[in-house]
């Protein structure tokens, strides 16, 4: 079989109906299989696939076991070559898996492969993650790609092939099972957010490669699937912390520190925009309030 295309879900019915409904027209001609990994929903999300998708593999989980643990579970069943994450938020376009299906088959050394995510205007999203460090702790990644695209690509490159990068976003990813049968699985200490990061890492450093194949695109709905955004921006905060434990154990205080001094200076610099502007930006006040949080969750101890 071609590839095994694992969905992982938590109360998103529509955008899973959805997604699933994209799949004919982004597998082509490959053969393949569907997972639906279920978290444990109360949305009626396994009773409308299991009407509408008899042919969806589904594992129905007692309990929210996160994304990594979720995917597992799947990934342990699969008989693809390659398995495709795909989020329930996403929708693709005519031969998005194929193309990402034909550029790994050709390419023996690649481990993983994102296409290009787009929004709803089908303007481009980034689609590639540099492996955190101090420097993208304590600069704007903003500012890194724009003077160091080489070294920080994104979005504001135009690019016509195929590129080498780091690591892709989740939303959209395919990963060689060779790849995945040397470096081992997803690391279930991650709950939601880091993991495909972790695992490129870990491929990196096994001597596989990650790349961007831009022809492949794929809409995404960024964020639909995450829920509450504070209560995403901790458990993104938490994966940070495990993610740099995991790599850099003896520096890890340092790190700590600059995450710590990064949302102190985002706090003040919203703060300031917040009464420079009479509080009569809703957009600013929000983000005030969610660094607010952040900074109380922290001073609790992260709990």
């Given at each position: 079989m071609d590839v095994s295309i694992v969905i992982v879900n938590w109360n998103t019915r529509q955008l899973l109906l959805d997604c699933l409904a994209s799949i004919p027209v982004g597998v082509g001609e490959l053969t393949h299989e569907i997972f639906l990994v279920d978290n444990a929903s109360s949305d009626g999300s396994v009773a409308?696939?299991?009407q509408r998708y008899p042919q969806v593999i589904v594992i129905e989980n007692e309990r929210n076991l996160g994304f990594a643990a979720a995917n597992n579970r799947a990934f342990r069943q699969m008989r693809g070559d390659f398995a495709l994450l795909l989020n329930t938020d996403t929708v693709l376009t005519a031969g998005a898996i194929a193309r990402l299906q034909g550029f790994m088959a050709s390419h023996p050394e690649a481990g993983m492969a994102c296409g290009?995510?787009?929004?709803?205007?089908g303007s481009k999203?980034?689609?590639?993650?540099?492996?955190?460090?101090?420097?993208?702790?304590?600069?704007?990644e903003t500012l890194l790609r724009i003077f160091s695209p080489k070294r920080f690509p994104s979005k504001?490159?135009?690019?016509q092939e195929p590129v080498e990068i780091e690591s892709?976003?989740?939303?959209?990813?395919?990963?060689r099972?060779?790849?995945?049968e040397a470096v081992g699985l997803l690391d279930e200490r991650y709950f939601f957010f880091m993991e495909e990061t972790d695992w490129a890492l870990s491929m990196f450093k096994a001597g596989w490669k990650s790349y961007l194949v831009p022809d492949a695109r794929i809409y995404h709905l960024q964020g639909q699937s995450a829920g509450d955004q504070v209560g995403a921006r901790i458990m993104f905060y938490r994966s940070r912390y495990q993610y740099f434990r995991k790599w850099h154990p003896r520096l890890f205080p340092l790190f700590g520190l600059a995450i710590l001094l990064r949302l102190a200076v985002d706090l003040l610099l919203n703060l300031l925009a917040a009464g420079l502007t009479l509080g009569l930006v809703r957009s600013i006040n929000l983000k005030l309030r969610r660094y607010?949080?952040?900074m109380f969750w922290?001073?609790?101890g992260c709990p």
């Amino acid at each position: 079989m071609d590839v095994s295309i694992v969905i992982v879900n938590w109360n998103t019915r529509q955008l899973l109906l959805d997604c699933l409904a994209s799949i004919p027209v982004g597998v082509g001609e490959l053969t393949h299989e569907i997972f639906l990994v279920d978290n444990a929903s109360s949305d009626g999300s396994v009773a409308a696939v299991r009407q509408r998708y008899p042919q969806v593999i589904v594992i129905e989980n007692e309990r929210n076991l996160g994304f990594a643990a979720a995917n597992n579970r799947a990934f342990r069943q699969m008989r693809g070559d390659f398995a495709l994450l795909l989020n329930t938020d996403t929708v693709l376009t005519a031969g998005a898996i194929a193309r990402l299906q034909g550029f790994m088959a050709s390419h023996p050394e690649a481990g993983m492969a994102c296409g290009q995510l787009l929004n709803r205007d089908g303007s481009k999203q980034n689609s590639i993650a540099n492996f955190p460090t101090l420097l993208t702790l304590l600069i704007n990644e903003t500012l890194l790609r724009i003077f160091s695209p080489k070294r920080f690509p994104s979005k504001r490159r135009e690019y016509q092939e195929p590129v080498e990068i780091e690591s892709g976003i989740g939303a959209c990813l395919m990963v060689r099972k060779a790849a995945m049968e040397a470096v081992g699985l997803l690391d279930e200490r991650y709950f939601f957010f880091m993991e495909e990061t972790d695992w490129a890492l870990s491929m990196f450093k096994a001597g596989w490669k990650s790349y961007l194949v831009p022809d492949a695109r794929i809409y995404h709905l960024q964020g639909q699937s995450a829920g509450d955004q504070v209560g995403a921006r901790i458990m993104f905060y938490r994966s940070r912390y495990q993610y740099f434990r995991k790599w850099h154990p003896r520096l890890f205080p340092l790190f700590g520190l600059a995450i710590l001094l990064r949302l102190a200076v985002d706090l003040l610099l919203n703060l300031l925009a917040a009464g420079l502007t009479l509080g009569l930006v809703r957009s600013i006040n929000l983000k005030l309030r969610r660094y607010a949080l952040l900074m109380f969750w922290h001073l609790r101890g992260c709990p």
